[in-house]
Nanobody, 126 residues
């Protein structure tokens, strides 16, 4: 059974940092494009970053560019999202997702992805 599990969420003060991890079971992530998404209450799911399966090319939404960094660790079968300079507007449930896409590019459109984790809450508040 293919599963994705996010971890690392929590409560952080504005300006702080968190690192989210997405661990896969039942398949190896190195053949998949991986995306990170978030959804705040009352808002649509937003694509914030992705990393391609080939070449490790990345895309970031303007809202997180320069603050968030996506990376792969194929040996651990995980993808991480390092989040720095967090703002209250970053508060949301964060999801990782995977799609078998053997390209040197990826997309941050939610409809592209087939497998989804259960989500991790990130709250930025003083």
């Amino acid at each position: 059974q293919l599963q994705l599990v996010e971890s690392g969420g929590g409560l952080v003060q504005p300006g702080g940092s968190l690192r989210l991890s997405c661990a896969a079971s039942g398949f190896t992530l190195d053949s998949y494009a991986i995306g990170w998404f978030r959804q705040a209450p009352g808002k649509e799911r937003e694509g914030i970053s992705c990393i391609s399966s080939i070449g490790g090319n990345t895309i970031y939404a303007d809202s997180v560019k320069g603050r968030f960094t996506i990376s792969r660790d194929n040996a651990k079968n995980t993808v991480s999202l390092q989040m720095n300079s967090l703002k209250p507007e970053d508060t949301a449930v964060y999801y990782c997702a995977a799609v078998a896409l053997g390209f040197r590019r990826c997309l941050i459109s939610p409809g592209t992805y087939r497998y989804w984790g259960q989500g991790a809450q990130v709250t930025v508040s003083s």
